[in-house]
Structures are given as structure tokens and as C-alpha cells.
């Protein structure tokens, strides 16, 4: 089939990766591409559009997140034979449990708007230029603040601003690895990091997941023959397997980072809330030898639609990390930047991290009872102390592909598991 197909005039006016994914939607909606047929590789089609590669990584993840492609790792996207019937939205009976994102409801909506009006109030003019593209500094400040909340000791010009976390992991990726370089990743880990990387042709090694975090021995063994550039980490409540890392191997990576002169890349998305874990500090609070690249996503503590976050990045990394962020996007939404700002400084931010933490909280302990109640003894539970996910695994010969299907169509929306592993070698987790 002609990719002539995908070519359509963007509207300036929306955001290009949702035009994108549009687009491919109702290409699929419509019958003119079918169940099991491959999509364009992301260079080939951005090249085609004439748009960023992230434009295409980000609709991509978006239309995997709505079950209208699966991701075969290896091999490419390929269209859902499932999604062709579905209607996400026309389904109001359909138990979404493939998506981690918060219930609209718990957003502080009418607090924001003020925020937004007092932004507006103040400088309206500046809102709609550029800004010098790492970040306003009075909301760099405020960070500094919230991260010190953390035991994370950060300066304003340490801190750079981003359009959320995902492209804090893409701007690392740029600045920091070539081709060839070593990156080493857990087991299982998050796609969208996956995907980046490879993006980079960079080469992956990964190293399992225990109960209590990485395997260290394994890595240890690892580091004695291969020289990492990057190890990419989720140590708090990781994403899928919702494990968080002993306070011990916290210490130790940081440690073996300095031994063996790697940086570590932690991909932090909801440690501000402890659940029931022992120890949710950041790996960035106990980097004495300023190893750790943190990134922080705002996606799950305020508003995803937001698309905010930040990074800390040691002093020697921040001047091509900047060009890097540039390139991407020149600058994050000022405006939004600096309704954050007003939010974080003027409203009542602990109050609302404290009410979600009881949201979150509540309702991972009310879904982690019921699954290990009703499915105990019969899947593979990994066993996690908070986050918002949860790695079930089928019994050994069963695909989760399969599964995930089976289950659609008892209207209940699930993740297949091998997305999230860099070779497709394991297929019953979901």
C-alpha cells in the first residue's frame, strides 16, 4: 500500500501528534488499513509528514494506549485486529484498565483557572513569546523548594523545564548518546523508554527485576565487561511492575555509577506519594557524587493534559541538554509555566498532594486486595507496595496477546505485557 495514504495538511492551531493520531484512527476506522497491517516505521513517516520523530513516537504510544496498534518489539507497530469495531468513547461499559491516567474529577480544576487568570493578569504579553527555552526562572525557584521537599538539592540552574516526562527521556537520549553506546535498562521497563532509545541506535542490555529492585549481582557482572554510557531507572513504584527499590540498592547504583563512570537517567513519576513502601525517596536524594539525572513528571500529581515536568541535570550535562531541549520544541508553554508558578506558590499545593496521596492510595490498596483475593494462586502476582499498576502473569505456554483480546471482548481493557521488555521473548505477563 502507497503511504500516500497518511499525507494530510496539519492545522496549525492542534497539537501535530494528535492530528497524527487522528489521522491514523480513522484510517483504521474507515477499513483502509486492516487488522495486522503494518504501519510506517517512525523515521520513514515523519520523514514523509515532515514533522519530528517524537511527533510520531507520542501518536503512536497514543493509539497503542487505545488499543488501535500493538507495538511487536523487533518487528514494528502493526494495526490491532480488535480495534477496528471499538469505540473507546461509545463504550461507556468498557472497564478501562489499560490506562494509568487520573479520573478528571480529582483534578484541582478551578484553583488552576485562577492560577491561569493571574498569569494572564501579570504578564501578557511575554505568556506568548518564547522563553530562553530551559524553563521561567521564578518557576525554576519554586522547584527548587519542592524538590528540596524531596531531599533533592537542585539550583535554578541545574533545573530545566519540560513538556513532560517523556520528553525529558528524549532530550537525554539526544544529548547525551550516540550511536553504538550502551545503555543499560530493567526488566521489564517502560516502553515509551524503550522506544526512545532504540530510536537512538543505541545498544540495550537488559538487567531483571528482583523483589526489592535490580538485580546487582547480575549487574555487577555486567559492568565488569561492558561500560555503560546510561542505566535508565524507575526505582519507586516502577512502571509496569509497580516494585520499588531497596534503600540499599538506592545507595549501591549510586555507588557502581561513580566505580564504573556511568550516569544513571531516574524516571520519577509519582515517589511523592509513599503508599505502603518503606523508603520512596528519589535515587537523586542520595547522589553524593552527582551521578543522577533526574526527571521529574507532573503527569500523575496534577493534570497530564498539562504536559509538564522538569529535570536535574549535573552541571557538565546542562549546557548541551539545553540545545537539546531547544531542538525539541524551543520552549515549553510559558504560559502554562507560569500559571504552575502562581498554582505551586499561591494555592494550597501540600493540600492537594495530600488528597491524592489519599486517592492513590485508596484506591491501590481496595484493587491490590480484590486481585490478590480473586487471582491469588492462580496468575503470577508481582508483588508491589504501591503505584498504579499491577504485573499479572498467565501460567507458562499462555499469550498475553491472546489474553488481552479475550478480554476486550469481555469489555475489559488491558496491557499486554511484551511491550515492555526489549526483546519479544516474554508473552504471558499483562
Not at 520523514?47 to 500493538?70: H, R
Not at 486486595?369 to 507458562?396: A, E, M, S
Amino acid at each position: 500500500m502507497t503511504l500516500d495514504i497518511y499525507k494530510f495538511e496539519f492545522d496549525e492551531n492542534n497539537k501535530k501528534y494528535i492530528q497524527v493520531y487522528n489521522r491514523i484512527k480513522n484510517l483504521i476506522l474507515d477499513g483502509k488499513l486492516v487488522g495486522d497491517e503494518k504501519l510506517p516505521p517512525i523515521r520513514k513517516l515523519s520523514a514523509l509528514l515532515g514533522v519530528n520523530s517524537v511527533t510520531i513516537v507520542k501518536a503512536y504510544d497514543l493509539l497503542e494506549n487505545e488499543g488501535y496498534l500493538i507495538k511487536r518489539q523487533g518487528s514494528g507497530c502493526y494495526v490491532s485486529k480488535i480495534k477496528k469495531t471499538r469505540s473507546i468513547s461509545a463504550k461507556s461499559d468498557l472497564y478501562r484498565l489499560d490506562t494509568g491516567n487520573p479520573l478528571a474529577d480529582i483534578f484541582p480544576i478551578n484553583d488552576f483557572k485562577k492560577a491561569v487568570n493571574m498569569a494572564l493578569d501579570d504578564e501578557l504579553a511575554s505568556l506568548f513569546n518564547y522563553d530562553d527555552g530551559n524553563g521561567i526562572y521564578e518557576l525554576k525557584e519554586v522547584m527548587v523548594d519542592y524538590l528540596a521537599e524531596q531531599k533533592i538539592q537542585a539550583s535554578p540552574d541545574n533545573i530545566i523545564i519540560t513538556s513532560g516526562g517523556q520528553q525529558g527521556i528524549d532530550i537525554i537520549s539526544k544529548s547525551l548518546l550516540s550511536y553504538s553506546d550502551v545503555v543499560f535498562i530493567e526488566e521489564p521497563t517502560y516502553s515509551g523508554a524503550i522506544d526512545l532509545l532504540k530510536m537512538r541506535n543505541t545498544r540495550l542490555i537488559s538487567i531483571p527485576l528482583l523483589e526489592d529492585g535490580i538485580d546487582i549481582g547480575l549487574l555487577k557482572m555486567k559492568l565488569e565487561k561492558i561500560r555503560p554510557r546510561l542505566l535508565y531507572v524507575m526505582p519507586n513504584f516502577q512502571n509496569p511492575t509497580g516494585i520499588s527499590y531497596s534503600e540499599y540498592k538506592k545507595k549501591k547504583l549510586i555507588d557502581l555509577a561513580e566505580e564504573y563512570n556511568f550516569y544513571i537517567l531516574e524516571d520519577d513519576f509519582i515517589s511523592d506519594f509513599k503508599f505502603l513502601s518503606e523508603n520512596n525517596r528519589t535515587l537523586k536524594s542520595y547522589d553524593k557524587y552527582n551521578r543522577v539525572i533526574y526527571i521529574k513528571s507532573f503527569s500523575k500529581i496534577l493534570m497530564p493534559g498539562l504536559r509538564m515536568g522538569l529535570m536535574v541535570v549535573p552541571t557538565e550535562l546542562v549546557e548541551r541538554t539545553v540545545v537539546s531541549k531547544h531542538n525539541s520544541d524551543i520552549s515549553t508553554s510559558p504560559l502554562i509555566q507560569k500559571s504552575l508558578y502562581y498554582y505551586m506558590s499561591k494555592f494550597n499545593w501540600d493540600k492537594h498532594t495530600s488528597d491524592m496521596e489519599k486517592i492513590y492510595t485508596d484506591k491501590f490498596l481496595e484493587t491490590y486486595k480484590y486481585i490478590n483475593k480473586k487471582l491469588g494462586g492462580r496468575l503470577t502476582i508481582i508483588k508491589n507496595k504501591g503505584g498504579i499498576n499491577f504485573f499479572l502473569g498467565l501460567n507458562r505456554g499462555f499469550s498475553s496477546r491472546n489474553f488481552v483480546n479475550f478480554m476486550y471482548n469481555k469489555k475489559v481493557a488491558l496491557q499486554p505485557g511484551y511491550i515492555y521488555y526489549d526483546l519479544d521473548i516474554e508473552d504471558r505477563f499483562f
